[in-house]
C-alpha cells in the first residue's frame, strides 16, 4: 500500500481490466516459482515500526505531518491516522552482532522521532494500541491527508455498505488478582471509517526467502502464532475498556472488515486472515488471496509481465503486489523488486509495538531462532497438529496472553509461558545459532524473553497492573490510564525490558 494512489471512481470495465491483469501476473509468478527467479538464499531481514504520538496529557497527537516536516530521517513515514508514524529500518543479514545494531537503530529512529515531536510539545511512543484513545479519534476525518487513505477508506465502506462495528468483551478467564469482581468489559462501536485501523500500531519483520524454503518457514511461523502473541501482548485497553490481553488482534480483524453480516453467515473469509490450511508453496498463498477476495483499488499498469520475463527482466506484477497489500494475512507473503532482481519474504504481522527497543529486538530474535529451528526439523510442528489447532492457539494467546493455553505436539495444552521455558527457548538458541547469530547476542535478547516468563511481564500485564493499582488509590479509569501512560513512557524512553518495570 506504499503506492501513490489518486482518488478516483472505479468502473465495472475497470474491475475487469484488473481480474484480467491480476490473473496474468499470478501466472507470470507461478513461472517465475517454477524456474526459480528470485534473489538467492541469505539470512536478510527487514524491520517496520508503527509509533504513537501524544501530546502532554497522553492523548493522541495529531501531527505526523508536522513531525515529518521537521525530520531529516529517511526511513521515518506517515502512517493512516494522522496520530501515527513508521519507522523502516534497512535491510539487514542476521549472522554476527547484527542484532544489537538493530536495537540501537531502532533507539535511534525513535529518538528522533520523538525529538522531532518534542518540539511541537509531543511525545512518540510504541505501543500496540494507544489506551487513551477516544471514539472521536476514529472518525474519517482523523485519516492522515493522503490520497491512497482517503480512496481506500471509501472503497471499504462501499464494499461493505454499512458502518464497521467493533465488538469485543474481555475474555471471563483472563480476569484475575486485583481487578476480579465486575462483569466482563465490553466495547461496541459502530465506526464509519477505517480509523481504528490506525490505533493498531505493530512491529513487522521480514525474511527473505527462496520459493522452496518459503512453505516451511510460513507454516512455522503460523504454527508459533499464537505464542508470539502471548509473549509479546501489549494492547490490553481500548476506548477505556480493558478487553484482550492484545486486543490489536481483534481489533484490526473487524476495523477492515468488509462483509456485512450476511456474507460472515456464509462463510466468507474475513479480509485479516488467519489461512484455513498449511502451505504448499508461496503460490498458493497469492492464489488463495486472488481467488477469495475481491479487488478493492482496481488500478491497472500496462506491463507485460510475460514480455518481462522473455526480456530477462523482473516484473513489477504490480496488480498483484497491490491486491496483496489490500489482504492482511498476519503471516503475509510478499513479492518485490530491488535493483532488478526479484525478491519472495514473509512478512510477520503478529506483534504488537513496544514496549522498548530491547522488548522488540528480542521478540525478533525469538522468532527468527525459532523459526530456523522449526522449519529444519525432522518432524515439523505442521506435521503433528491441525491446522485448525494453530488457529486455535493464536485467538488464545490474543485473548489470554502468558495466561492462554496452548495445545504443542509431543506436549499436550501446556500455559504459554512453561512452553517457552520448557521447549522453546533452547530451539530458539538453535536457531539463531544455525543462523550465526553471535552467542552474547543470542543471549542478551532470548534472557528477555525468558525473564518475561519467568516473571510473568509482558507489557499487557504490566498496563493492567498499573491501572488497578491507580484505580484502588481512588482515580477513575481514565485519570489511571493517564498517570500508567506517563510511567509507560518513563520506561519506554529509559529502554529497560518491561519485566523490570516497577508498579510503584
Same mark, same amino acid.
Given at each position: 500500500?506504499?503506492?501513490?494512489?489518486?482518488?478516483?471512481?472505479?468502473t465495472?470495465?475497470d474491475?475487469?481490466?484488473?481480474?484480467q491483469?491480476?490473473?496474468?501476473?499470478?501466472?507470470?509468478?507461478?513461472?517465475?516459482v517454477?524456474?526459480g527467479?528470485?534473489? *538467492?538464499?541469505?539470512?536478510s531481514?527487514?524491520v517496520?515500526?508503527?509509533?504513537?504520538?501524544?501530546d502532554?496529557?497522553?492523548?493522541?497527537?495529531?501531527?505526523?505531518?508536522?513531525v515529518?516536516?521537521?525530520?531529516?530521517?529517511?526511513?521515518?513515514?506517515?502512517?493512516l491516522?494522522?496520530?501515527?508514524?513508521?519507522?523502516?529500518?534497512?535491510?539487514r543479514?542476521?549472522?554476527?552482532?547484527?542484532?544489537?545494531d538493530?536495537?540501537?537503530d531502532?533507539l535511534?529512529?525513535?529518538w528522533?522521532?520523538?525529538?522531532c515531536a518534542?518540539?511541537?510539545?509531543?511525545r512518540?511512543?510504541?505501543?500496540?494500541?494507544?489506551?487513551?484513545?477516544?471514539?472521536?479519534?476514529?472518525?474519517?476525518?482523523?485519516l492522515?491527508?493522503?490520497?491512497?487513505?482517503?480512496?481506500?477508506n471509501r472503497?471499504?465502506?462501499?464494499?461493505?455498505?454499512?458502518?464497521?462495528?467493533?465488538d469485543?468483551?474481555?475474555p471471563p478467564?483472563s480476569?484475575?488478582g486485583?481487578v476480579?469482581?465486575?462483569?466482563?468489559?465490553h466495547?461496541?462501536l459502530d465506526?464509519d471509517?477505517?480509523a481504528p485501523?490506525?490505533?493498531?500500531t505493530s512491529?513487522?519483520?521480514h525474511?527473505?526467502?527462496?520459493?522452496?524454503?518459503?512453505?516451511?518457514?510460513?507454516?512455522?511461523?503460523?504454527?508459533i502464532?499464537?505464542?508470539?502473541?502471548?509473549?509479546?501482548?501489549?494492547?490490553?485497553?481500548?476506548?477505556?475498556?480493558?478487553l484482550?490481553?492484545?486486543?490489536?488482534?481483534?481489533?484490526?480483524t473487524?476495523a477492515v472488515d468488509?462483509?456485512?453480516?450476511?456474507?460472515?453467515?456464509q462463510?466468507?473469509?474475513?479480509?485479516?486472515?488467519?489461512?484455513?490450511?498449511w502451505a504448499?508453496?508461496a503460490?498458493?498463498?497469492?492464489?488463495?488471496n486472488?481467488?477469495?477476495f475481491?479487488?478493492?483499488?482496481p488500478?491497472?499498469?500496462d506491463?507485460?509481465?510475460?514480455?518481462?520475463?522473455?526480456? *530477462?527482466r523482473?516484473?513489477?506484477?504490480?496488480?498483484?503486489?497491490?491486491?496483496n497489500?489490500?489482504?492482511?494475512?498476519?503471516?503475509?507473503?510478499?513479492?518485490?523488486v530491488?535493483? *532488478?532482481?526479484?525478491h519472495?519474504?514473509?512478512?510477520?504481522?503478529?506483534?504488537?509495538?513496544?514496549?522498548?527497543?530491547?522488548?522488540?529486538?528480542?521478540?525478533?530474535?525469538?522468532?527468527y531462532?525459532?523459526i530456523?529451528?522449526?522449519?529444519?526439523s525432522?518432524?515439523?510442528?505442521w506435521?503433528?497438529m491441525?491446522?485448525?489447532a494453530?488457529?486455535?492457539?493464536?485467538t488464545a494467546?490474543?485473548?489470554?496472553?502468558?495466561?492462554?493455553?496452548l495445545y504443542w505436539? *509431543?506436549i499436550g495444552?501446556?500455559?504459554?509461558?512453561?512452553?517457552?521455558?520448557?521447549?522453546?527457548l533452547?530451539?530458539?538458541?538453535?536457531g539463531?545459532?544455525?543462523?550465526?547469530?553471535?552467542s552474547?547476542?543470542?543471549?542478551r535478547?532470548?534472557?528477555?524473553?525468558?525473564?518475561r516468563c519467568?516473571?510473568?511481564?509482558?507489557?499487557?500485564?504490566?498496563?493492567?497492573?498499573?491501572?488497578a493499582?491507580?484505580?484502588?488509590?481512588?482515580l477513575d479509569?481514565?485519570?489511571a490510564?493517564?498517570?500508567?501512560?506517563?510511567?509507560?513512557?518513563?520506561?519506554?524512553?529509559a529502554?529497560?525490558?518491561?519485566?523490570?518495570?516497577?508498579?510503584?
Amino acid at each position: 500500500m506504499g503506492q501513490h494512489l489518486t482518488a478516483t471512481l472505479f468502473t465495472a470495465s475497470d474491475q475487469a481490466r484488473y481480474r484480467q491483469r491480476i490473473h496474468r501476473c499470478l501466472e507470470a509468478f507461478g513461472t517465475m516459482v517454477t524456474e526459480g527467479r528470485f534473489a *538467492g538464499a541469505e539470512p536478510s531481514t527487514g524491520v517496520e515500526i508503527e509509533l504513537a504520538l501524544v501530546d502532554e496529557d497522553m492523548r493522541p497527537a495529531m501531527l505526523n505531518h508536522a513531525v515529518l516536516d521537521r525530520s531529516a530521517s529517511d526511513v521515518l513515514t506517515s502512517e493512516l491516522g494522522r496520530w501515527n508514524l513508521e519507522i523502516n529500518l534497512p535491510p539487514r543479514l542476521l549472522p554476527g552482532a547484527t542484532a544489537r545494531d538493530l536495537e540501537q537503530d531502532m533507539l535511534d529512529a525513535t529518538w528522533s522521532a520523538g525529538d522531532c515531536a518534542r518540539d511541537l510539545g509531543a511525545r512518540a511512543v510504541t505501543i500496540g494500541i494507544l489506551p487513551t484513545l477516544a471514539a472521536e479519534h476514529l472518525a474519517s476525518d482523523q485519516l492522515t491527508e493522503d490520497p491512497r487513505y482517503a480512496l481506500l477508506n471509501r472503497q471499504m465502506l462501499t464494499a461493505r455498505g454499512e458502518p464497521f462495528r467493533l465488538d469485543i468483551t474481555e475474555p471471563p478467564a483472563s480476569r484475575h488478582g486485583p481487578v476480579d469482581g465486575g462483569p466482563a468489559e465490553h466495547l461496541v462501536l459502530d465506526v464509519d471509517s477505517i480509523a481504528p485501523e490506525a490505533a493498531c500500531t505493530s512491529l513487522q519483520l521480514h525474511l527473505q526467502l527462496t520459493p522452496d524454503l518459503f512453505p516451511a518457514y510460513w507454516n512455522a511461523a503460523q504454527a508459533i502464532a499464537g505464542l508470539q502473541v502471548a509473549l509479546a501482548a501489549n494492547s490490553p485497553f481500548l476506548l477505556g475498556r480493558r478487553l484482550w490481553a492484545e486486543t490489536r488482534i481483534p481489533l484490526f480483524t473487524q476495523a477492515v472488515d468488509t462483509r456485512p453480516v450476511e456474507l460472515r453467515n456464509q462463510g466468507v473469509r474475513p479480509r485479516v486472515w488467519f489461512g484455513d490450511r498449511w502451505a504448499q508453496s508461496a503460490y498458493d498463498l497469492f492464489e488463495e488471496n486472488v481467488r477469495y477476495f475481491g479487488s478493492l483499488l482496481p488500478l491497472a499498469e500496462d506491463e507485460d509481465p510475460f514480455a518481462e520475463l522473455d526480456a *530477462g527482466r523482473a516484473p513489477s506484477l504490480q496488480e498483484l503486489r497491490l491486491h496483496n497489500g489490500t489482504v492482511w494475512r498476519w503471516n503475509r507473503p510478499v513479492y518485490d523488486v530491488a535493483d *532488478g532482481v526479484a525478491h519472495l519474504r514473509l512478512e510477520n504481522r503478529v506483534l504488537p509495538a513496544g514496549p522498548t527497543a530491547v522488548d522488540a529486538v528480542a521478540n525478533a530474535m525469538f522468532f527468527y531462532g525459532l523459526i530456523r529451528a522449526l522449519a529444519e526439523s525432522d518432524r515439523p510442528p505442521w506435521q503433528l497438529m491441525s491446522f485448525d489447532a494453530a488457529e486455535a492457539n493464536f485467538t488464545a494467546g490474543a485473548r489470554h496472553g502468558l495466561e492462554a493455553a496452548l495445545y504443542w505436539p *509431543g506436549i499436550g495444552t501446556v500455559r504459554a509461558d512453561e512452553l517457552v521455558l520448557r521447549r522453546m527457548l533452547p530451539l530458539a538458541q538453535e536457531g539463531l545459532a544455525a543462523w550465526g547469530v553471535d552467542s552474547e547476542a543470542a543471549d542478551r535478547y532470548l534472557s528477555v524473553i525468558e525473564q518475561r516468563c519467568v516473571r510473568r511481564s509482558t507489557g499487557a500485564t504490566w498496563q493492567v497492573r498499573a491501572v488497578a493499582a491507580a484505580e484502588r488509590r481512588g482515580l477513575d479509569r481514565g485519570n489511571a490510564v493517564m498517570e500508567m501512560m506517563k510511567r509507560y513512557l518513563e520506561g519506554m524512553e529509559a529502554n529497560v525490558p518491561v519485566h523490570d518495570w516497577p508498579l510503584d
